[in-house]
């Protein structure tokens, strides 16, 4: 009878974890299922230029998904149906939500390119202007500027239970800077080679001030930028892409 007494209690422990885990994944699939609707109402929002010009670097669906006032309506009880129209109540926000995403995002990468700035930067202009604060994904070496580097695909973070979701094809997990640092080393000096070679001071000048740059380069190393005898020439945007 005793042993029977302790091999209840450890049933009833075994079952009480099985409830709860099936408790949460039920959670979870109910979750992950209300991203649809919510893609939906995104994509009339997008869609709409009396809401919104969309952007390269606009919040995407699981950027939206964790902002807080969205986050409540995603986690509404069980039992509440949860639709396009159930998120229209955010439309007279979602605006100010988005440039306040943007603004965190800004902050984010500014804070990776601080440390490389000293007073020798003119202190008007922002520091993810400059045409030295160029970005490399440390997961896949890929090497972005900004806006670019926040849609890059390797840089997002967990995605919590909207792992579960299946009916939006492939989804890009919100925005983290944790896989992304400035570059640094062999290319940073290519980078302030590049940018002398346009006569600018790496300290001071502008992707914009290059990109209205009249000078044109070719690569004089690598097979890749020439194609059947003829010579690619390129910008400095083009000349940042060579692998």
Same mark, same amino acid.
């Given at each position: 009878?005793? =042993? ?77 149906? *949860? ?21 965190? *995002? ?53 995605? =919590? ?7 939006? =094809? ?34 001071? *000048? ?31 945007? =083009? ?5």
């Amino acid at each position: 009878f005793t =042993g029977w007494i302790k091999m209840q209690h450890d049933l009833i422990g075994i079952l009480e974890k099985a409830k709860a885990r099936r408790l949460r994944l039920e959670r979870e699939i109910i979750i992950a299922a209300r991203l649809q609707p919510l893609a939906t109402f995104l994509s009339t929002f997008y869609a709409s230029s009396l809401n919104h010009r969309r952007q390269s670097y606009s919040p995407r669906l699981l950027d939206i998904a964790f902002i807080t006032q969205v986050q409540e309506l995603l986690e509404l009880p069980n039992e509440v149906e *949860v639709t396009p129209e159930t998120f229209e109540v955010l439309l007279p926000a979602l605006p100010d939500l988005i440039r306040q995403w943007h603004s965190h *995002v800004q902050t984010q990468l500014r804070v990776l390119v601080k440390p490389d700035h000293d007073l020798s930067h003119p202190v008007d202009l922002d520091p993810l202007d400059y045409a030295m604060s160029l970005f490399i994904c440390n997961r896949c070496e890929s090497y972005k500027f900004y806006p670019d580097i926040i849609n890059h695909a390797c840089i997002g973070s967990d995605i =919590g239970p909207y792992h579960r979701f299946t009916g939006y =094809g492939k989804l890009h997990a919100p925005f983290s800077p944790e896989r992304i640092s400035l570059v640094s080393g062999t290319v940073r000096r290519s980078l302030t080679e590049l940018i002398k070679l346009h006569g600018e001071d790496p300290n001071t *000048v502008t992707r914009q001030q290059l990109k209205e740059s009249k000078k044109w380069f070719t690569c004089t190393c690598c097979s890749a930028c020439s194609t059947r005898g003829a010579i690619q020439v390129m910008n400095f945007g =083009g000349a940042v892409r060579i692998p």
